[in-house]
């Protein structure tokens, strides 16, 4: 029976100390020339020292021109090699290893970020969320060839900064969801119709990123099991894709769930949601498989890595609120957090800001954490109203992620 706090080799070799992953949380702490902060340095600086095995950064975007969110990091280029070099070795103390996410958002860039977004095809967004978006245009077959590099570009230079690996984000509604997707992805040309033309942007970015980075660099892949709306990316989809990224050698697999329109299976609902199909997963592949949404107790974590459910337990929330949970877990001192639904008093209020306040109370106790000011626990949910608002004015009204 495997233990939640034995290592793990990535079959390159790659060792990982336990089975604690940090799930990506976009702290949204890049400065507004999108370059990471000391605050967003020192904040790994604690996650590594809290003794976290593997260490999934918040979205880096690729392309400066499409951004998910305000406060996003981008890397095109070498131009802030220094300050990635300081990031990816906050994030190496303590022997813990950092992985880059990589992402483009597609149609999920706020209409504040974005006049006109691009994706698959020109289909808008849906749900209670879209009028925050544009209507996005479908990208020419030279701009997906365009995007490819950028993601390869992005995965170089977190290599040459001394990150451990990199994370290709198809998770969630973005770009490489929306291409995996038949609701989002209409096109008729190679990129489009079949799963493995659908598939073919993920397949491009994944090839191209292993010849450049080399056999022993791992590159991880986030991916939902399903998005849950009928004619959408199925799970018999998610299966195939997966195998075929395994076949390809993906080095590490992270099963997830939801997006923008479905925003409350993000892991959100109660329990361990992906877990029964993370299971079937790690069945049918030869790469580890983590599995990220709704861990709360330490004997669920325990558990999914015993009965070898999962080899890696993604925690996002509970991690930013206890930024040292895996060595709490360790000396028996962590048992089980309990995630609050903040709330403003005002049911109506509630029902308008419960997304934004949702994210925003775990972007502030992440300021919190980086500043070394203690996290704050609590079901009101007007100090996180407060903090969002007086960071981006009006426009924090705007939904940037579910
Ligand atoms: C503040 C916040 C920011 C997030 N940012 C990202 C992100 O950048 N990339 C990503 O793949 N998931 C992101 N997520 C989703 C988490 O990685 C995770 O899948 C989800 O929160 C469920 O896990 P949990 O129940 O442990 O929180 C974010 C979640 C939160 C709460």
Redesign the pocket.
Same mark, same amino acid.
């Given at each position: 029976m495997t233990n939640i706090l034995e290592e793990l080799q990535l079959p390159n070799g790659t060792t990982i100390k336990n089975r604690f992953m940090k799930?990506?949380?976009?702290e949204t702490m890049g400065d507004k020339n999108y370059r990471p902060t000391a605050e967003l340095i020192n904040l790994y600086k604690v996650w590594a020292d809290g003794g976290t095995g593997l260490i999934i950064t =918040? &979205?880096v975007m690729v392309d400066q021109t499409a951004r998910g969110e305000f406060g996003n990091v981008v890397v095109e280029d070498t131009q802030n090699i220094e300050l990635l070099k300081q990031w990816a070795k906050a994030g190496t103390q303590n022997g813990a290893k950092i992985f880059m %996410?990589l &992402?483009h958002p597609g149609k999920q860039s706020p209409k504040t970020i974005s006049k006109q977004p691009v994706s698959a095809s020109a289909v808008p967004m849906e749900g209670s969320n879209s009028f925050a978006f544009n209507t996005p245009r479908a990208l020419t077959n030279n701009e997906i060839k365009t995007i490819v590099q950028k993601f390869i570009n992005a995965a170089v230079v977190a290599k040459e900064a001394g990150f451990s690996g990199v994370e290709i /984000?198809a998770? /969630?509604g973005y770009l490489l969801s929306q291409f995996l997707s038949p609701h989002d992805n209409q096109r008729v040309d190679e990129y489009g119709g079949s799963l493995e033309n659908r598939m073919r942007l993920l397949v491009e970015i994944y090839t191209g990123m292993r010849e450049k980075l080399g056999s022993d660099f791992p590159i991880a892949l986030?991916i939902n099991s399903s998005d849950l709306r009928s004619g959408g990316f199925s799970e018999e989809d998610s299966l195939k894709v997966i195998q075929k990224m395994d076949q390809l050698g993906i080095d590490l697999i992270e099963i997830?769930g939801g997006n923008y329109e479905k925003p409350t299976v %993000? =892991?959100?609902g109660k329990g361990a949601f992906f877990i029964d199909y993370a299971a079937k997963v790690k069945q049918s592949v030869k790469a580890p498989v983590a599995v990220? =949404? =709704?861990?709360s107790t330490a004997n669920g974590m325990s558990k999914a890595i015993e009965n070898n459910e999962a080899d890696f337990i993604?925690?996002? !929330?509970?991690i930013?609120l206890i930024p040292d949970l895996p060595n709490q877990f360790e000396v028996g001192n962590f048992t089980a957090i309990q995630l609050h639904h903040l709330s403003t008093g005002l049911k109506g209020l509630d029902k308008k800001v419960g997304s934004l306040v949702g994210?925003s109370y775990? %972007?502030q106790q992440m300021f919190r954490v980086a500043k070394q000011l203690p996290v704050q626990i609590t079901e009101n949910a007007w100090s996180s109203l407060g903090f969002a608002v007086k960071r981006q004015g009006l426009s924090a009204f705007i939904p940037q !992620?579910g």
């Amino acid at each position: 029976m495997t233990n939640i706090l034995e290592e793990l080799q990535l079959p390159n070799g790659t060792t990982i100390k336990n089975r604690f992953m940090k799930a990506a949380t976009s702290e949204t702490m890049g400065d507004k020339n999108y370059r990471p902060t000391a605050e967003l340095i020192n904040l790994y600086k604690v996650w590594a020292d809290g003794g976290t095995g593997l260490i999934i950064t =918040g &979205n880096v975007m690729v392309d400066q021109t499409a951004r998910g969110e305000f406060g996003n990091v981008v890397v095109e280029d070498t131009q802030n090699i220094e300050l990635l070099k300081q990031w990816a070795k906050a994030g190496t103390q303590n022997g813990a290893k950092i992985f880059m %996410q990589l &992402n483009h958002p597609g149609k999920q860039s706020p209409k504040t970020i974005s006049k006109q977004p691009v994706s698959a095809s020109a289909v808008p967004m849906e749900g209670s969320n879209s009028f925050a978006f544009n209507t996005p245009r479908a990208l020419t077959n030279n701009e997906i060839k365009t995007i490819v590099q950028k993601f390869i570009n992005a995965a170089v230079v977190a290599k040459e900064a001394g990150f451990s690996g990199v994370e290709i /984000h198809a998770a /969630h509604g973005y770009l490489l969801s929306q291409f995996l997707s038949p609701h989002d992805n209409q096109r008729v040309d190679e990129y489009g119709g079949s799963l493995e033309n659908r598939m073919r942007l993920l397949v491009e970015i994944y090839t191209g990123m292993r010849e450049k980075l080399g056999s022993d660099f791992p590159i991880a892949l986030k991916i939902n099991s399903s998005d849950l709306r009928s004619g959408g990316f199925s799970e018999e989809d998610s299966l195939k894709v997966i195998q075929k990224m395994d076949q390809l050698g993906i080095d590490l697999i992270e099963i997830s769930g939801g997006n923008y329109e479905k925003p409350t299976v %993000q =892991g959100i609902g109660k329990g361990a949601f992906f877990i029964d199909y993370a299971a079937k997963v790690k069945q049918s592949v030869k790469a580890p498989v983590a599995v990220t =949404g =709704g861990f709360s107790t330490a004997n669920g974590m325990s558990k999914a890595i015993e009965n070898n459910e999962a080899d890696f337990i993604g925690l996002a !929330r509970p991690i930013v609120l206890i930024p040292d949970l895996p060595n709490q877990f360790e000396v028996g001192n962590f048992t089980a957090i309990q995630l609050h639904h903040l709330s403003t008093g005002l049911k109506g209020l509630d029902k308008k800001v419960g997304s934004l306040v949702g994210l925003s109370y775990y %972007q502030q106790q992440m300021f919190r954490v980086a500043k070394q000011l203690p996290v704050q626990i609590t079901e009101n949910a007007w100090s996180s109203l407060g903090f969002a608002v007086k960071r981006q004015g009006l426009s924090a009204f705007i939904p940037q !992620r579910g």
